[in-house]
């Protein structure tokens, strides 16, 4: 293991005690139904520095929700039966094709993927309960202390992009997402930025963190997988369409959220560099687990998370109970002004005040 190792800091994960709804044994995602049950996989490995990394990926643009996003693997869960777990690393085989049996993994690769811990549920914009699986790839190579084996079996990593899912892998510092709970230098963001805005009526964060598509720290087996961007008809990248951008990113940034979905994968406006722009839930929950994995000297003293939020929706709003989106879910997917419907339209107001003090 690499003298820089942040490998170490993998126990301040293992050791997070996940905090569920009403501080109770069960999260919520098992509450909600099915279709409203989502996993994504925040899977990390070490990099060449031995710094902690994070593998994401760009959604393809023919997607019906988020399209272009950058995300983590994951999706809706199949039948009730199944875990977060298996949801989790059933969508990231169907996505890149890094196999959901670990037998598999360590006879083709070298390494397993280890189980570290869940993040309470996060609420997407579309009402879905969103609960985050963290992965460790360990290389059991790394054992016998020989760097050739590791990089020999690293080698030999095969991903493969499903185009009707994703349309480019790629992987990022976690360390980066600290800010804006710490200020310290990236080591390869470009730009970091951090909002506290209203969506309806209810504190929340809306951060963006931009690499470099053309990364040297890149590990090889990364590298090698061909981006499929470019073959995209809806990818964007005329003069008009960057000047608008500048112009709406520079100067009203915070208050544009229906258009940052365009934001996914683009080109700088100043450097005309071509970026991935990590933003909305994908950046809060890499933000909330890199608070969790660096600041171990002082706990955490924040809600994480939306489980409250979301079991108050279900149980004392009636909402998030049936398949389809009600009237006002609706309504408060579009919400960016407290002008309009809030979530004080459809909670008691005990109940919402109570959560626009936890959240705030």
Same mark, same amino acid.
């Given at each position: 293991?690499?003298?820089?190792?942040?490998?170490?800091?993998?126990?301040?994960?293992?050791?997070?005690?996940?905090?569920?709804?009403?501080?109770?044994?069960?999260?919520?995602?098992?509450?909600?139904?099915?279709?409203?049950?989502?996993?994504?996989?925040?899977?990390?490995?070490?990099?060449?520095?031995?710094?902690?990394?994070?593998?994401?990926?760009?959604?393809?643009?023919?997607?019906?929700?988020?399209?272009?996003?950058?995300?983590?693997?994951?999706?809706?869960?199949?039948?009730?039966?199944?875990?977060?777990?298996?949801?989790?690393?059933?969508?990231?085989?169907?996505?890149?094709?890094?196999?959901?049996?670990?037998?598999?993994?360590?006879?083709?690769?070298?390494?397993?993927?280890?189980?570290?811990?869940?993040?309470?549920?996060?609420?997407?914009?579309?009402?879905?309960?969103?609960?985050?699986?963290?992965?460790?790839?360990?290389?059991?190579?790394?054992?016998?202390?020989? #760097?050739?084996? @590791?990089? +020999?079996?690293?080698?030999? /990593? %095969?991903?493969?992009?499903?185009?009707? =899912? *994703?349309?480019?892998?790629?992987?990022?510092?976690?360390?980066?997402?600290?800010?804006?709970?710490?200020?310290?230098?990236?080591?390869?963001?470009?730009?970091?930025?951090?909002?506290?805005?209203?969506?309806?009526?209810?504190?929340?964060?809306?951060?963006?963190?931009?690499?470099?598509?053309? #990364?040297?720290? @890149?590990? +090889?087996?990364?590298?090698? /997988? %061909?981006?499929?961007?470019?073959?995209? =008809? *809806?990818?964007?990248?005329?003069?008009?369409?960057?000047?608008?951008?500048?112009?709406?990113?520079?100067?009203?940034?915070?208050?544009?959220?229906?258009?940052?979905?365009?934001?996914?994968?683009?080109?700088?406006?100043?450097?005309?560099?071509?970026?991935?722009?990590?933003?909305?839930?994908?950046?809060?929950?890499?933000? +909330?687990?890199?608070?969790?994995?660096?600041?171990?000297?002082?706990?955490?003293?924040?809600?994480?998370?939306?489980?409250?939020?979301?079991?108050?929706?279900?149980?004392?709003?009636?909402?998030?109970?049936?398949?389809?989106?009600?009237?006002?879910?609706?309504?408060?997917?579009?919400?960016?002004?407290?002008?309009?419907?809030?979530?004080?339209?459809?909670?008691?107001?005990?109940?919402?005040?109570?959560?626009?003090?936890?959240?705030?």
């Amino acid at each position: 293991m690499s003298v820089t190792s942040e490998e170490l800091f993998l126990i301040n994960i293992k050791r997070l005690a996940t905090k569920n709804y009403s501080e109770g044994a069960y999260s919520v995602w098992n509450r909600v139904p099915v279709a409203r049950r989502s996993s994504v996989f925040i899977l990390l490995f070490l990099g060449n520095m031995g710094e902690l990394r994070v593998i994401l990926t760009k959604r393809s643009s023919r997607l019906r929700n988020f399209p272009g996003h950058i995300s983590f693997p994951g999706g809706k869960a199949d039948n009730g039966l199944e875990t977060e777990w298996q949801v989790a690393r059933r969508e990231t085989e169907e996505e890149i094709g890094l196999s959901a049996d670990n037998s598999i993994l360590k006879k083709e690769y070298g390494f397993t993927i280890d189980h570290l811990n869940t993040l309470p549920c996060y609420l997407s914009r579309t009402f879905s309960a969103v609960k985050p699986c963290i992965g460790f790839m360990n290389f059991h190579g790394k054992a016998m202390n020989s #760097n050739h084996i @590791e990089e +020999d079996l690293t080698k030999r /990593i %095969k991903m493969n992009l499903n185009p009707g =899912e *994703s349309s480019g892998v790629f992987s990022c510092p976690l360390r980066d997402f600290l800010y804006p709970a710490s200020n310290e230098p990236a080591k390869e963001c470009l730009d970091r930025s951090s909002f506290r805005v209203s969506w309806g009526k209810i504190p929340w964060n809306l951060r963006s963190y931009t690499f470099s598509q053309n #990364n040297p720290n @890149e590990v +090889d087996w990364l590298q090698d /997988i %061909k981006d499929l961007s470019e073959s995209e =008809e *809806s990818e964007v990248e005329s003069e008009d369409w960057k000047k608008d951008q500048k112009k709406e990113i520079n100067e009203n940034k915070k208050n544009k959220l229906s258009e940052w979905g365009r934001l996914g994968s683009r080109r700088d406006s100043l450097t005309n560099e071509k970026i991935y722009d990590v933003w909305g839930l994908t950046a809060n929950i890499l933000h +909330d687990l890199a608070e969790v994995t660096y600041n171990s000297v002082e706990p955490i003293n924040r809600e994480l998370g939306e489980e409250e939020l979301i079991y108050s929706l279900w149980n004392s709003g009636h909402q998030m109970q049936s398949r389809e989106r009600s009237t006002e879910e609706s309504q408060l997917i579009s919400a960016t002004s407290d002008d309009g419907i809030g979530f004080n339209d459809v909670l008691p107001r005990t109940e919402f005040n109570r959560l626009k003090k936890l959240y705030k």
